[in-house]
Every structure is written in structure tokens, then in C-alpha cells.
């Protein structure tokens, strides 16, 4: 398989992932995302760790976790937060939400005795990306950037870019080599000249 075809195959590959993934997002309802897409709109990265200063953890147990953004359920998933942060692999989200003041509320069960409610107010700017830690015992929220997510879109058009490159890249090394070969029967033909030269001074 050539450069270029790797190129399409690694890409071609790439978007079926992307599209996977979207099709089993659990955060919300598709007509809800969509329509959040289609007004001003930022995203939200959400890490949680295990909580660590709640009463009655329950050791073993995977927790449910939900995030609420203005009363609105943007989140709803489950996952042992314990045995991730053994791992070194915190549990993480991202998810668009509207863009504005926000006031987020994280709500953790089930691995505790009581849901424990961390409230937290946010500042997510439009097309930004806002980072939200919840390290066991608090949530803080760090500076938003400049965001553009991936896409099919985006995608094809990387997939169009490398394609075109590569057959740039082609070209180029086709004509390399045609000027190597030129050089090489010019050398050739200079040499001998040369010997036909020096063999007509001796006779």
C-alpha cells in the first residue's frame, strides 16, 4: 500500500470513529444537542475523581455521576471513580452546553451513602472550551480557550489536504527521479568522452 492510500485508509478509518462515538453519546438527547449546536454554544471538559471527604463510601461501588447546567440534565453516566484513580486514569467528558453564565451542579451516588451536590458557577464563553475538575472533595473551573471540535467535516477535509499532498509529493519524487537518471547519462556520457578523448592523445 502506497503513502497516499495509508493516508486515506488511517483517515477513512478515523471517521468511522467519530461517527460511532456520536451515534452512542449518552449526555442528551440528539434534537436537544442539535439544537445547541445551532445557537451560541461552547463545551464543557469534566474530570471527576473519586469523593474522598464524603461520609459512607461505599468501596467497590461505581458511582453515578450527573451534571446539571442552569436545572437542565446535560449528564448522566456511571463509572467507578475509585478503580479509575488507581489506574491513573481519571473518568472525563466532554459535552456542548449553552454558552453564558451557567450555574453547574455535580451530583455523585450510589458509591456514597448520601449524593453528595458540589454547585459551581460558570463562565462559558461562545465557540470556548471550559475545563471543570472535580478533585474528590471540590469542583473548580479553569480558563476557557478557543475551541473547535472535530468533525466528518473536518475530517474529509483533512482526508482532501493529505490525498492532495500526497500526490504532490509523488510528482515531486517522479521528477527527482527522472533529473537523477538525466544526471547519471550525462555523467556517463562525460566520462566517456573523456576516455575517447585521452585515447586519441596516446595514438
Excluded at 440528539?30 to 474530570?47: C, Q
Excluded at 450527573?66 to 488507581?86: R, T
Aim: overall charge neutral; proline content about 3%; hydrophobic content about 50%.
Amino acid at each position: 500500500m502506497n503513502h497516499s492510500l495509508r493516508i486515506l485508509a488511517t483517515w477513512s478509518m478515523l471517521a468511522v470513529l467519530l461517527s460511532t462515538a456520536a451515534c452512542h453519546a449518552k449526555e442528551m438527547p440528539d434534537s436537544r444537542r442539535d439544537y445547541l449546536l445551532a445557537h451560541e454554544h461552547g463545551w464543557i471538559d469534566l474530570t471527576v475523581k473519586a469523593p474522598s471527604g464524603a461520609a459512607g463510601i461505599k468501596a467497590g461501588e461505581s458511582c453515578d455521576i450527573a451534571l446539571l447546567v442552569n436545572g437542565e440534565m446535560l449528564l448522566v453516566e456511571s463509572a467507578d471513580l475509585a478503580a479509575a484513580d488507581s489506574a491513573g486514569m481519571p473518568v472525563g467528558y466532554r459535552f456542548v452546553a449553552p454558552a453564558g453564565k451557567l450555574q453547574a451542579e455535580l451530583h455523585i451516588g450510589r458509591c456514597v451513602k448520601d449524593e453528595l451536590v458540589v454547585k459551581v458557577p460558570l463562565q462559558l464563553d461562545k465557540d470556548h472550551l471550559l475545563a471543570l475538575a472535580f478533585d474528590g472533595a471540590a469542583a473548580t473551573a479553569g480558563a476557557a480557550t478557543p475551541f473547535e471540535p472535530a468533525s466528518l467535516e473536518w475530517v474529509r477535509a483533512e482526508m482532501l489536504r493529505m490525498q492532495a499532498s500526497g500526490r504532490a509529493n509523488d510528482a515531486a519524487t517522479e521528477k527527482l527521479t527522472r533529473l537523477a537518471i538525466y544526471s547519471a547519462v550525462l555523467n556517463a556520457v562525460g566520462v566517456l568522452a573523456l576516455l575517447g578523448f585521452a585515447s586519441s592523445r596516446r595514438r
